[in-house]
């Protein structure tokens, strides 16, 4: 969903009336530069509002995030770790940016000399396929993995548990426990 659909208050008030347990939504960035470029009409700050209210009403924030933007530099890993575990989010997908073929993403980045090969296997949201341009492709591999291993490390999933109590804390080491698995994988 998009973030305004949380904040607004009816709305949000009535999908928990009926029943809403769980909403993804795309935060994209903690980066506000890029949150702009990403014509995100809300700030940061509406996000956290937003992952309160639906705490609030036992509703599960699952945040996905994108790493590898023009706008990051190898910081952005340490300051998404920081601000998800400020805010315990219970459930997140880490993605690194995919410019798939036929996207203008994928045009631009081909035109620039930044995409670093075709091979459609690798282009899993996982793998970076393109040259960052604020970072190295090693930057952008290691960060996002040092990212997934200490958000979905034991310690890291124990840190944001307390938060999940009065949520849905079944759901949530569930969700957790498998993106572990996998971040080890």
């Known amino acids: 969903v998009s973030i ?17 347990v769980g909403l993804f939504v795309g935060v994209e960035t ?11 009409s809300v700030p940061l700050e509406g996000y956290v ?11 599960i924030f699952h945040a996905s995030l994108i790493f590898g933007l023009d706008e990051h530099t190898p910081e952005i890993f340490e300051r998404t770790l920081d601000f998800v575990m400020k805010h315990q989010l219970p459930s997140v997908s880490a993605n690194v940016l995919t410019p798939y ?8 980045l081909m035109r620039e000399g930044r995409i670093v090969h075709t091979n459609w296997a690798f282009y899993d949201h996982t793998t970076p396929a393109f040259r960052p341009a604020n970072m190295t492709l090693e930057q952008l591999a290691q960060g996002y993995l040092w990212f997934r291993r200490n958000l979905f490390g034991i310690a890291g999933i124990l840190r944001r548990l307390p938060a999940q ?10 969700m957790n426990m498998a993106y572990h698995k996998t971040t080890r994988q």
């Open 4 to 20: 305004r659909f949380i904040l607004d208050d009816e709305l949000f008030r009535a999908a928990v009336r009926s029943g809403l």
């Open 30 to 40: 903690v980066d506000p530069v890029a949150l702009k470029r990403f014509r995100k």
């Open 49 to 59: 509002k937003a992952i309160r209210r639906c705490r609030a009403a036992g509703v």
């Open 101 to 108: 073929p036929g996207t203008a993403l994928f045009e631009r």
């Open 165 to 174: 109590l009065r949520v849905n804390p079944l759901i949530y080491l569930g």
